[in-house]
């Protein structure tokens, strides 16, 4: 059965000129002229019976259906000219993995460490893209994914790569001001909360055998980072997974509050469907990974 698509170069036009909301610079972009622009947006039109732009005195602006269709039409050109780009990189050989990933544990963990896969492997890159929540891998061109949370996805197969464990830091000067710190003394402090974790304090505090009355109080922050710099910043106690934070650790512009780091209800897993489980390639870097994090796990608990 025939596909009902319409021709890519009037969905490439389309594109510009809804970008651009003008025919003109959508002419320029594509060194064709405005006429040809018009006649294959018109064409477009009639294909799909729905007007896309309504044409003003001023020029021309998006109807709502084709502000919706110029979105979906920019994400499909976007995925065609990236896998374009690697079968060229790759000069039609096969190589490279699809990998979504949480973007605080990339920018953290993996990515310092992939430098070592390449050398490993140079002829295999590793193409990311941001995941914080579950999907189907069937609405994506992932061949992987790196998430943290529950394992056992429909139709997946994964394999643990570590816990999370969280640390209460603070900046160096609130340390020194107080010297003999115990974990009751917190609750007089600042706590700066995560606002996608809200329990994440009153959690810790029960590990220890405490009930706080303030422990949901203080200024709720949405990412990881902003609680760190924050933190820094004296503005107030944070819990942070340790492998965000190893580096300011190590240069002292944070340091453990208390020595208890408290194991979250979040694992850190690679997933992958299981068709994809004889891909070379995926067990060439699930076999690579499993080794960092295995690692990395042996390093922190001795830490």
């Known amino acids: 059965m025939r596909r009902s698509i319409p021709s890519t170069t009037a969905l490439a036009l389309f594109e510009s000129a809804a970008r651009h909301q003008s025919f003109t610079q959508a002419a320029q972009e594509h060194s064709v002229t405005q006429s040809a622009v018009c006649r294959q947006i018109a064409g477009l039109e009639d294909f799909l019976q729905v007007k896309l732009f309504r044409r003003t005195k001023r020029g021309v602006l998006l ?3 084709g502000t919706n269709y ?29 990998l979504g990933v949480v973007p605080t544990f ?17 002829g295999i890159p590793v193409h990311l893209s ?9 609405d994506t ?20 790569l570590m816990d999370e464990r969280l640390v209460a830091v603070g900046s160096p000067a609130l340390v020194t001001t107080r010297p003999s710190l115990q974990a009751a003394d917190l609750a007089h402090l600042p706590l700066l909360q995560m ?13 220890l055998g405490l009930r706080i009355a303030n422990d949901l109080a203080g200024a709720r922050m949405e990412l990881f ?27 002292g512009r944070l340091v453990p509050l208390i020595e208890h780091a408290f194991i979250s209800d979040r694992r850190y897993y690679f997933i992958y469907p299981e068709q994809k489980s004889d891909n070379p390639v995926l067990a060439l870097f699930r076999s690579w990974l499993e080794e960092e994090a295995s690692r990395y796990r042996n390093q922190s608990s001795g830490a």
């Open 225 to 251: 980072s902003m609680t760190t710099e924050a933190a820094i910043h004296g503005q107030g106690l944070a819990l942070i997974p340790r492998f965000l934070i190893e580096e300011e650790l190590q240069q």
């Open 141 to 160: 061109a992932l061949d992987a994914a790196i998430f943290a949370g529950e394992a056992g996805w429909p139709g997946t197969e994964s394999c643990f």
């Open 63 to 65: 109807t709502e259906a």
């Open 195 to 207: 606002s996608t974790r809200p329990y994440a304090w009153r959690q810790w505090f029960e590990s």
């Open 70 to 98: 110029a979105r979906n039409v920019r994400a499909r050109l976007d995925d065609v000219e990236r896998d374009t780009l690697a079968l060229m990189a790759r000069g039609g050989a096969g190589g490279a993995l699809e």
């Open 130 to 138: 941001s995941r914080t929540r579950p999907f189907l891998f069937a």
């Open 106 to 122: 990339a920018a953290k963990w993996l990515l310092p460490r992939l430098g070592d896969f390449y050398r490993l492997y140079p």
